[in-house]
């Protein structure tokens, strides 16, 4: 029979073990991502975040209001906690829980979040006086909820996440992950741009080419591959700190190790307080500064800048 003190020093460790599980998901997506404003701060699990990232990148693309994104967060998070489920009550299914025995899609259409995500919306659009009015309430007539005050228990987070992911709010999301591990691709990004935000990537208004990592990111971290991906945004700030702020989101899930635009750089190496915010940098910082070669100061500043990990 095993002494006290190892049953409970055992104990201690399982829980410890658990605790890490919530608080930072899966060893694959290690980590957490938080977003600020509003004198609070919210911090969700990578994959939570990444659902978060593509119901914004939706709202962006479509044209309509921050507050659309914000109503669309605090749904999604009462209804499925940002998870892309295929259970629920009833037939409900996916980040909304959206039913096919009320004419929502098929099962297979609702499990596709970008699918479920226009769906809402096209819903919303229809509420006259949506961006002005309570969220709790106007998520309830797209919802029509059992429960019709519970998404104003997510407003504030809703609220925080939707200012970020819709270039509101400048470099406001951060994630602190593990290391990449493995080898990826910047086409990787380039497609999910392409997947999440359709209609400005067909029209010409996001586009994007592989670049020089050198010639374009402020600085190359060890371990980043030497192609880069440049998005330009043609000179709108709020849309390249949108698609800024998604790529930092889908960090976990890309490989990406670093994110740069408008002076700001995400750093997925950065540790303790210097991983709470976005660095800056500024003349003569740049792996160009004090020569002749293209980048330098800070990198390309008119393009979000995109680094995937090498292996």
């Not at 999604?76 to 998870?83: G, H, I, K, P, V």
């Not at 374009?216 to 440049?230: K, S």
């Amino acid at each position: 029979m095993l002494p006290l003190v190892m049953v409970l020093l055992f104990a201690g460790i399982a829980g410890g073990s658990y605790l890490a599980l919530q608080r930072y998901g899966s060893p694959l997506n290690e980590g957490t991502c938080t977003a600020r404003g509003l004198g609070t701060s919210h911090r969700y699990t990578v994959d939570r975040v990444a659902n978060a990232a593509l119901i914004s990148a939706v709202a962006v693309d479509r044209g309509l209001p921050p507050r659309a994104a914000s109503i669309a967060l605090a749904t999604a998070y009462q209804e499925s906690q940002l998870l892309n489920i295929d259970y629920g009550d009833r037939d409900s299914v996916g980040l909304f829980q959206q039913r096919p025995s009320q004419g929502w899609g098929t099962v297979e259409q609702i499990m596709d979040p970008v699918y479920s995500s226009n769906a809402f919306y096209d819903v919303l659009v229809t509420i006259d006086g949506y961006a002005s009015a309570d969220i709790n309430d106007v998520a309830q007539q797209v919802q029509r909820s059992g429960f019709p005050e519970a998404y104003r228990d997510h407003e504030t987070e809703g609220r925080l996440y939707a200012s970020a992911l819709t270039g509101q709010s400048g470099a406001n999301l951060v994630c602190t992950l593990a290391p990449a591990s493995g080898t990826f691709s910047p086409e990787g990004v380039r497609s999910e741009l392409a997947r999440q935000f359709p209609r400005l990537t067909e029209a010409g208004r996001v586009t994007s080419s592989l670049e020089s990592a050198a010639s374009v990111a402020p600085a190359v971290p060890e371990g980043a591959g030497a192609t880069a991906l440049a998005i330009d945004v043609g000179g709108d700030e709020a849309l390249g700190w949108a698609i800024a702020n998604w790529a930092v989101a889908r960090a976990a899930e890309d490989g990406v190790v670093q994110v740069s635009y408008a002076g700001g750089v995400w750093d997925r190496s950065a540790r303790g307080e210097d991983a709470d915010t976005w660095s800056t940098v500024g003349p003569g910082t740049g792996p160009g500064a004090g020569d002749d070669s293209t980048a330098g100061d800070a990198g390309d500043p008119d393009r979000v800048v995109v680094l995937v990990s090498a292996g």
